[in-house]
């Protein structure tokens, strides 16, 4: 089945660590997506992509990074410039005409 | 710009009632508008969405919504509540047919009582 994977469901980062979560998807979807989910916020933009080797800012992309070296692959990296990164990143994928379609989520906790 | 209210961030119903959770949108053109269901430690799953066909769109799970432009509304229904439609539930809106950004609003939790 078609579908995004994002993996590890619970990531824990210590202090001043960098750390990367990962997003594939078998879709075909040009179009990519992560979201910072904390509570009581509804979803926020990081970062989208559009197409293969290209990307661009949301809403809330200081202190994260991400490439989009295939079409299939999204990754973020949380960096130690992130001051507040414990929250649930959700990343989706779409097509023309469609809604997002999601992973499951990562929990990133700092401890 | 484009923006999505949702009146209540909580919202308690008994099993069998009518389930009504509120979406006001804005936006500068005619918008597409999404409605999401989360279950907890999930990602979103898509419930129904509107793309300038019939006002009155149907999803899954029994919900549907109505779109109202002279209100700007777009209220999520469900005439008998059970008890797995317990989640959280988000309106989005795209000027761009959700292929480009899609704006989410801060959701409301839903509570089914016995």
């Known amino acids: 089945d078609g579908g995004i994977t994002q993996s590890p469901k619970y990531l824990f980062r210590k202090e001043g660590q960098n750390v990367t979560l990962s997003c594939e998807q078998n879709l075909n979807h040009d179009a990519m997506y992560w979201y910072r989910q904390d509570p009581g916020q509804g979803l926020r933009l990081i970062y989208y992509?559009?197409?293969?080797?290209?990307?661009q800012k949301g809403d809330i992309a200081e202190g994260y990074s991400v490439s989009r070296e295939k079409k299939e692959s999204f990754p973020l990296t949380v960096t130690s410039a992130q001051k507040n990164p414990t929250a649930f990143y959700l990343c989706?994928?779409?097509?023309?005409?469609?809604?997002?379609?999601f992973g499951s989520g990562t929990r990133l906790t700092v401890v | 710009a484009q923006s999505v209210t949702q009146l209540g961030s909580h919202v308690s119903v008994s099993e069998g009632a009518l389930v009504l959770l509120r979406c006001n949108y804005s936006?500068?053109?005619?918008?597409?508008l999404f409605w999401y269901v989360q279950y907890p430690n999930q990602g979103l799953q898509l419930l129904l969405k509107?793309?300038?066909?019939?006002?009155l769109v149907k999803g899954i799970n029994g919900f549907e919504a109505e779109f109202k432009k002279s209100e700007t509304s777009f209220h999520l229904t469900k005439p008998s509540a059970h008890m797995s439609d317990a989640a959280e539930y988000f309106c989005a809106v795209s000027e761009s047919g959700g292929y480009q950004k899609v704006t989410f609003g801060t959701g409301t939790k839903l509570q089914v009582i016995p």
């Open positions: 989706a994928s779409s097509s023309p005409g469609y809604g997002y379609t």
């Open positions: 992509s559009q197409i293969v080797n290209d990307f």
């Open positions: 936006s500068s053109v005619p918008p597409y």
């Open positions: 509107y793309t300038s066909a019939a006002t």
